[in-house]
């Protein structure tokens, strides 16, 4: 039977319950991919406030323009 294990995220090697990555370049790997993820979620709230606003000041002042 198989031992119990996961498999690494990056390059799919099997790996100890215990670990998150097989090595510290998947590690890094991994660590860059969660920071552009997290940079496009900001610039996608940050387009959609921006978004909203321009709507709210176009919608109040739409007499005045």
């Not at 370049?25 to 921006?50: H, P, T």
Request: hydrophobic fraction near 45%; proline fraction near 5%.
């Amino acid at each position: 039977m198989v031992d119990v294990h996961k498999h690494c995220p990056i390059c799919g090697t099997p790996i100890p319950l215990n670990e998150t990555t097989c090595s510290d370049k998947c590690q890094e790997i991994l660590v860059y991919r969660a920071n552009k993820v997290k940079k496009s979620r900001l610039m996608l709230f940050g387009v959609i406030i921006l978004f909203i606003i321009v709507w709210v000041f176009l919608t109040i002042f739409k007499n005045k323009i």
